[in-house]
């Protein structure tokens, strides 16, 4: 089937959205036609993403969506039985949940996110598909790209796979592409540079909702990128900052008791004042004079009003009733617990990227994106920290809209996957099997002999690619085992990850079984036992992993679907 | 001697005639099978040309499709590209300025007015945010005279200093509004905030957005905040309008 139209999706822990462009000879440049949907129901302002957000019943039935959501459990407030709804939002970061995030701030499961996401999913892409269609184009002639953290391990990237698939994305790995949020970035960035002025490497800052993500390219030529080092990151999103407005500014001035309330019956008004907090953090600068003011949307300012809590804000507000009044001082701190470590997580990954260039004083282009990259807060705190102690060797950009990189750069990408030369590997892959023993090396209680006679040692962990090296896109690594006894007729090995770069046994503490293949030996047992081979290929450099075994007489070849394991977070 | 040849003997022919026979026919045959395949090279030949032609009428009309559907997605409404790009920022970036700074600019101004009815006071706050959105977004750039001029009446009941630190809000403010307008005459696009309102409307949160002390139920009144409207395109931030005060509100208002 043809590909006419390339459509990302970029699943937000706040907000998503889609966007696309048709494949043609005008947009085979990289200055490419880009329609972005801004016409979400219920929206309070036009942008390109829409609320992430479900409104379920209580049977945990999808009532509605997006801003709708929230329209929806206001309008539902006011009539009786509103008391199951709820409203549900942040459920994307619940696949997290097999990690330990620093502010702990999941209440869900990975088994619980995964129908919502994939609800959610449905919902974003029956309008993607409408209005690519209303277009002129036909859905099978879509190419989709989703766009994932870059800190998601492969079980994390599996999952939202799996929740897209449910959601009616298309199956197949060459109709659905994953792309890291950052790399999606970096590709926009880099797009939109000036011929010439792209030598310099890129280490692209995500700072979305939930997540901060850095990662590292170098231009190459032929217009490519190559990611350089690893993916880092934390749980700084700016949705903290907005928790610790709720707790450490809003709570004490309405009172625990009457923000409880609020929560409990006006939970649609709370998020509005979070949107009108997500205002205020354009605005808040360094050394700013005057207070930041938090509108308070009607239905809590006629609930204060009606519960007394008006004169209660006025008075911890020298006379001020109609806003939320948040001094600077205040708004340092709640800003601080944020971008303080993002500064230092900054730092730490310029230093790791000049030591992989070889290069202690290397130029390094910063693009910072994302909603939080917005904030003019960030922006000082990092070019001052930048300039103090890098000087002009490391500059940093912000794109105009930053808020919209990720999804310009998935667009990119969709449309010539080709853009992005190689990954650095985040884990070393592997398998496990027997190889032969070494007496100095090796423990004892793993030694026996085949039916060769020749002394081997099981339990071993077969590397394919180590952490922390950088593969071509598609490149394939390939390794050709032989069974150990004459009656076995199936091989079977278990594909591996650790974080170690040389993990000798399969048993460590930190490998972890992605998965388990077995594969038929059939006519060739009738050879000899050297010339029973199976080839084992990893092709790395994607997304995802895909891994091959061939049984090299009969050609039979399986390709495996790994099949993680959620329990342990791999 | 084959048994060809053998039955051919028998039958009293000679065998070299036969020979002879069956090379003349091998031979039209051949000619024949070369006649053909000449025949098929040629009619392959010509439809791989009818082919080629076919193919290239068909990139052709490929490409009238591609520049048809993106002379219509142009043109749809709900879809937005770079243009549009530049209007988001700046619709966010009004939204802001009118919850950052208009209102708690108003809010300041009319906290130098003294102890009234809540009713009254409400009422004023209101009046108070809707005619500086109309100096500051109405059809011509926002002047600090007029701002000057429009807080003063506010403060003059708390003193001369009230008067005067009142009017110093009017600069920065007008500076703002009038950077803002500047950012968007550059996107080239036609643009308005739009105040229009058909007064005693229904109220509907589709439309519009409801001024923080107003009534959901009652008729529309007027426009507080207006829109930012770019033509031929929904509000990208809806219009504030007024109804009547809620019913709650009632109360004396103290003030220090």
């Known amino acids: 089937m043809t590909i006419r139209v390339v459509a990302a999706v970029d699943f937000g822990t706040h907000g998503s959205g889609f966007a696309w462009c048709p494949v043609d000879s005008v947009n085979d440049e990289a200055d490419r036609k880009i329609y972005y949907f801004d016409q979400w129901q219920d929206q309070p302002v036009v942008y390109p993403k829409n609320l992430t957000a479900l409104l379920l019943d209580g049977q945990d039935k999808v009532i509605d969506w997006g801003y709708s959501a929230r329209r929806a459990l206001s309008n539902a407030g006011m009539r009786s039985g509103a008391g199951d709804l709820r409203l549900v939002q942040g459920f994307k970061m619940w696949l997290r949940a097999g990690d330990t995030p620093a502010n702990g ?34 859905e099978d002639e879509i190419r989709w790209c989703l766009t994932v953290p870059a800190m998601w391990t492969e079980y994390q990237r599996n999952a939202m796979r799996k929740a897209a698939e449910r959601a009616g994305f298309p199956a197949t790995p060459d109709r659905l592409l994953l792309i890291t949020e950052p790399e999606a970035a970096a590709i926009h960035a880099f797009a939109r540079t000036p011929a010439g002025a792209a030598e310099l490497p890129i280490m692209v800052v995500d700072c979305g909702g939930g997540t901060v ?54 939970p649609d008004a709370l998020q509005e004042m979070l949107d009108a907090f997500e205002g205020a953090k354009r605005q808040h600068d360094v050394g700013r004079d005057t207070p930041l003011s938090i509108t308070i949307p009607g239905k809590i300012y006629q609930l204060l009003h009606s519960r007394g809590g008006l004169q209660r804000l006025a008075r911890l507000q020298g006379g001020q009733d109609f806003h939320v009044l948040v001094d600077s001082a205040d708004a340092d701190k709640l800003f601080d617990g944020v971008v303080r470590p993002l500064t230092h997580l900054v730092a730490e990954r310029i230093v790791d990227m000049r030591n992989l260039l070889g290069d202690r004083k290397a130029g390094i282009r910063i693009v910072l994106v994302g909603g939080f990259a917005q904030s003019p807060y960030l922006r000082s705190q990092l070019t001052a920290f930048l300039q103090k102690r890098y000087g002009s060797a490391v500059e940093l950009l912000i794109p105009p809209d930053p808020a919209r990189a990720v999804l310009a750069g998935a667009v990119h990408y969709t449309y010539q996957p080709s853009v992005v030369s190689s990954r650095t590997v985040e884990l070393t892959y592997g398998i496990s099997c027997s190889l032969p023993f070494e007496p100095d090396v090796d423990p004892a209680r793993l030694r ?26 598609d490149q394939t690594v390939s390794n050709e085992l032989v069974p150990i006894r004459n009656d076995q007729s199936d091989m079977s090995y278990d594909l591996l990850a650790t974080t170690e770069k040389d993990p000798r046994y399969c048993t460590g503490p930190d490998v972890r079984v992605l998965g388990t293949v077995k594969v038929d030996l059939g006519s060739a047992m009738r050879l000899p ?42 | 001697m084959t048994m060809h040849q053998a039955q051919a003997q028998h039958d009293g022919e000679q065998p070299q005639d036969v020979a002879g026979a069956m090379a003349q026919y091998l031979g039209d045959m051949g000619t024949r099978f070369t006649n053909y ?3 098929l090279h040629r009619l392959s030949q010509q439809r791989q040309g009818d082919l ?14 591609n520049n048809l559907l993106q002379l219509h997605n142009q043109l749809r409404v709900e879809l937005s590209g770079a243009a549009e790009e530049r209007h988001h920022t700046l619709a966010a970036g009004f939204k802001d300025l009118v919850q950052l700074k208009v209102v ?14 809540e009713i009254d006071m409400q009422k004023r706050r209101m009046i108070l945010v809707r005619l500086l959105c109309r100096l500051l977004f109405g059809a011509l750039p926002a002047m600090n005279s007029e701002v000057r001029d429009l807080f003063r009446p506010y403060a003059a009941s708390a003193g001369p200093g009230a008067e005067k630190q009142a009017a110093s809000l009017a600069e920065p403010l007008c500076a703002e509004v009038n950077a803002l307008r500047a950012a968007i005459a550059e996107t080239g696009t036609a643009f308005r905030w739009d105040f229009e309102v058909r007064p005693g409307s229904v109220y509907s ?37 007024f109804t009547a005060l809620a019913a709650q509100f009632g109360t004396p208002v103290q003030r220090p």
């Open chain 1, 448 to 473: 026996f002999v085949d039916d060769r006679g020749i002394f081997r040692c099981r339990d071993r962990f077969l590397v394919f690619v180590r952490n922390g090296e950088s593969v071509d896109i």
């Open chain 1, 529 to 570: 036992i050297d010339d029973r081979k199976v080839e084992i290929s990893m092709c790395f450099g994607g997304t995802e992993i895909q891994v091959t075994s061939r049984n090299v007489h009969t050609g039979h070849t399986l390709r495996t679907a790994l099949s993680f394991n959620p329990d342990t977070g791999s």
């Open chain 1, 213 to 266: 993500d850095i990662a590292a390219y170098r231009p190459e030529p032929g217009g490519r990128l190559a990611q350089l080092g690893h993916t880092d990151g934390g749980d700084l999103g700016s949705s903290y900052i907005n928790q610790r407005f709720l707790t450490g500014v809003v709570k004490p001035r309405f009172g625990a008791e009457l923000l409880a309330h609020i929560e409990q019956h006006a």
């Open chain 2, 104 to 117: 708690p600019t108003c809010m300041t101004v009319e906290a130098y007015c003294p102890s009234t009815h």
């Open chain 2, 37 to 39: 395949a000449n025949q």
């Open chain 1, 105 to 138: 701030h999941l209440n869900g499961t990975p088994q619980q996110a995964l129908p919502l996401i994939a609800a959610y999913l449905r919902r974003l892409r029956e309008v993607a598909v409408q209005h690519i269609t209303d277009g002129g184009y036909r």
């Open chain 2, 205 to 241: 949160p589709d439309k519009y957005q409801l001024w923080q002390t107003a009534s959901e139920q009652a008729p529309i009144r007027h426009v507080v905040i207006p829109a930012y409207v770019v033509p031929g395109r929904p509000p990208y931030v809806r219009a504030t309008v």
């Open chain 2, 52 to 65: 080629g032609q076919l193919r290239n009428e068909l990139r052709e009309q490929d490409a009238q499709l």
